[in-house]
């Protein structure tokens, strides 16, 4: 009796927190007729700001689209379409419900033009429902699932940075052709993991390769044990050459822990991860990871471009880029583009002006705005973690092995994808 | 029957974990009467600790082992000082949501100096490798762990058992009012005995850090299955609280072994387990009837 009394409270309390937490922001005033809706333009960041995701993206994406307002005004002057232009962010925690409440806040009551970000695939989907719905548009950045641009596709809605067919696609492919053709895949049970496993043992089947066994892990791991899986792995008949990985954030810190507490590798399993960020590698050491391969969508390190960008955004930060926070700085640049190019911030107009063009910034290269799913593809780049004797500098970790060109990076429109 | 044997292992020293945090749970249970939901918090913070001070004074793994459960201890006793004691008398849904607080604040604090990423931590150099055990080798830091959780248990277990303090803090738990009636005072082991239990939390903390993730969140999901644990050995019951720890662990292992076809399983196998035995038997296998006053 009093355990459940005590739950109820517990729920109760923490009802009223997040009740709290959603108050307070009130929205512009729309007034004149300039050429943008009330006289400016508002971006809103969405994305998690506290939880597993928060250091990949998180506030640093803000500061990174503040970069992207900054250089525009800077570029334009006088000649912008407006100068009033400023962010709103929001935190959705990862959980579907916030972020759809949070998104419609956004649109309605901040006057947002666009929405950016948004990681973990239930909340982004979510999203990309409101947009639809508000005739507003969103620019998903870091959330993996391709439903996004298949079957939950929509006129308003974006995907910018990478999807789940890239990651698959390139370490999949190129790990089966390099290091080994029989791989045990080990996926956290939820939409995310589900949709790497299928796009993994698709992409191992196409290069000739044999996915002679998966598990799916609980998730969350309350137990942060993952040794019943590794093992399993090493004894498996025919035995695998590849541990594929596709846990995220600190379930896949507690995977590569474990994988070298087993030492797996001296028993001739190599480890592929199916998403990794910069920020991971930080957190779990070059050592730890040494001669892992896996797809990313942009390094920080990869010409002088890109480490002019990841100078600045050090110097505001205190760390280097991820792909994430790049990508959210190219999405706000080539809104901001668009809209000074057609002279308005109507949604409809702003589509038309994207949908085919064809860009180059710090972030896409040889990238493309499909105008048939609204994929936005680019080159994608095979990368290897440096063994730790050849780290020469903080946060340089990885090297690129191979560039993935663009239109072979991403998958060729869906049928499911109707705009 | 190798990969029986190596899941068993491996369930032990899950087990471990939940056997030296269910034991600390068990202990101030017992004698505050308080549900501590703060301490995964402090597990977190042992591992936290022994990172830092690798970190940033460069104090070794066997030092962190020693130095980090005891400032833990301190800082638990302080806190029970200044808070948890306040509310003993009331009902124990004030101080289930006070150290539900605790929890929330230490996570954040956490949080804001070191962000949710986690922070590396390596096994100390004499624990790395694997030991060779004939049928199958079993790595190093994880024969360690159970050797040394079985140790701390069975020294606890002394302690209740055979010193003076033990069987005061025995007597406090099982009859409060008439230890109490015989001239002991139990309220200046109230404190420490708390400490105690936060200080097991620590240690368990420092173990996990070359093994886990260590980040701010990390005792956050692992607390709700400790106290499942302790719901199945029997609230307040120090040997129910280890048995179950380490059964559980073993349960967990074999359910992600043999029903690897269903992780669902794994992933719910203690809260069945709970309510099976809540059903069989109420006050958990090793626990009594509530006492009559």
Redesign the interface.
């Known amino acids: 009796m009093?355990m459940r009394?005590?739950v109820g409270?517990?729920a109760a309390?923490t009802a009223t927190a997040f009740v709290v937490a959603g108050c307070g922001g009130g929205g512009p005033q729309s007034e004149g007729d300039e050429k943008v809706t009330g006289g400016a333009i508002v971006l809103g960041v969405l994305n998690d700001q506290?939880?597993?995701y928060?250091?990949l993206s998180g506030r640093n994406s803000v500061t990174a689209v503040e970069l992207a307002i900054a250089d525009f005004r800077a570029k334009y002057g006088d000649r912008a379409v407006t100068t009033d232009i400023s962010v709103r962010s929001a935190d959705h925690q990862n959980k579907p419900d916030l972020a759809n409440s949070k998104a419609q806040e956004m649109y309605d009551r901040q006057g947002v033009d666009l929405i950016l970000d948004v990681p973990t695939s239930s909340a982004a989907l979510r999203v990309a429902d409101v947009a639809k719905e508000k005739r507003r548009l969103y620019f998903n950045i870091s959330a993996a699932t391709t439903d996004l641009t298949g079957k939950s596709c929509n006129k308003y809605t974006f995907h910018y940075a990478y999807d789940t067919y890239m990651l698959a696609n390139g370490t999949g492919r190129t790990t089966t052709e390099q290091v080994g053709r029989n791989w045990y895949i080990l996926y956290p049970?939820y939409a995310f993991g589900q949709d790497m496993e299928k796009s993994f043992s698709a992409a191992i089947a196409d290069a000739g390769g044999r996915v002679v066994g998966k598990?799916?892990?609980?998730?969350?791991?309350?137990?942060?044990?993952y040794?019943?899986?590794l093992?399993?792995a090493a004894?498996l008949d025919p035995k695998p050459d590849v541990l594929g990985t596709m846990q995220a954030g600190?379930?896949l810190?507690?995977v590569v822990?474990?994988y070298n507490?087993?030492?797996l590798r001296d028993k001739g399993v190599s480890l592929a991860v199916g998403l990794m960020f910069i920020?991971?590698i930080?957190?779990?050491?070059p050592a730890?990871l040494a001669g892992t391969t896996y797809t990313d969508a942009w390094y920080w390190n990869f010409d002088q471009q890109n480490r002019e960008f990841a100078d600045r955004f050090q110097q505001e930060t205190g760390a280097r880029p991820s792909f994430a926070h790049a990508a959210n700085y190219s999405a706000a640049t080539q809104y901001l583009e668009a809209v000074q190019a057609a002279g308005t911030d109507d949604a409809d107009t702003i589509v038309a002006e994207l949908e085919g063009k064809e860009v180059n910034d710090v972030f896409l290269r040889n990238g493309k705005i499909r105008a048939a799913d609204h994929r936005v593809i680019h080159d994608a780049y095979l990368a290897q973690v440096k063994p730790q004797s050849e780290v020469t500098e903080e946060w340089d970790y990885v090297r690129i092995l191979d560039t993935i060109p663009a239109e072979e990076a991403f998958r060729a429109p869906s049928p499911d994808c109707t705009l | 029957m190798t990969a029986l044997l190596q899941s068993t292992f491996n369930g032990l020293v899950s087990g471990a974990f939940y056997a030296l945090l269910a034991l600390g749970l068990a202990v101030i249970f017992g004698m505050l009467r308080v549900v501590n939901f703060a301490h995964g918090a402090f597990y977190m913070l042992g591992a936290f600790g022994a990172y830092v001070l690798l970190a940033e004074a460069g104090v070794p793994f066997w030092v962190a082992l020693v130095v980090v459960p005891l400032a833990l201890a301190l800082l638990g006793m302080a806190l029970e000082r200044a808070f948890i004691h306040r509310l003993t008398r009331l009902d124990p849904l004030y101080n289930f949501l006070l150290t539900f607080g605790l929890t929330l604040i230490l996570q954040d604090l956490v949080k804001l100096r070191y962000g949710v990423q986690s922070s590396p931590y390596e096994a100390p150099a004499g624990l790395r490798g694997s030991v060779d055990f004939g049928l199958f080798d079993f790595p190093t830091y994880r024969v360690f762990i159970l050797g040394f959780a079985v140790a701390v248990c069975v020294g606890v277990w002394w302690a209740l058992a055979r010193t003076r303090v033990g069987m005061i803090v025995r007597a406090a738990t099982e009859r409060p009012e008439l230890t109490r009636a015989l001239g002991i005072n139990v309220g200046r082991w109230i404190t420490p005995v708390f400490g105690f239990g936060i200080a097991l939390a620590g240690l368990a903390g420092v173990l996990a850090a070359p093994m886990r993730a260590v980040n701010p969140l990390m005792g956050a999901d692992l607390i709700i299955v400790v106290f499942a644990v302790v719901v199945i050995g029997g609230l307040g019951s120090i040997f129910g609280s280890v048995a179950a720890g380490f059964g559980i662990g073993m349960v967990q292992a074999w359910a992600e072994a043999y029903l690897s076809a269903f992780p669902i399983v794994a992933q719910t196998i203690v809260f069945i387990v709970m309510a099976a035995v809540l059903l069989w038997r109420p006050a958990g296998l090793f626990g009594r009837a509530e006492a009559p006053a």
């Open positions: 009093v009394r005590t409270l517990v309390a506290s939880g597993a928060s250091e049970n598990d799916g892990a609980p998730f969350p791991n309350t137990s942060g044990d040794s019943s899986y093992l399993k004894t600190a379930e810190v507690n822990k474990q507490e087993f030492e920020t991971d930080h957190s779990l050491t730890a």
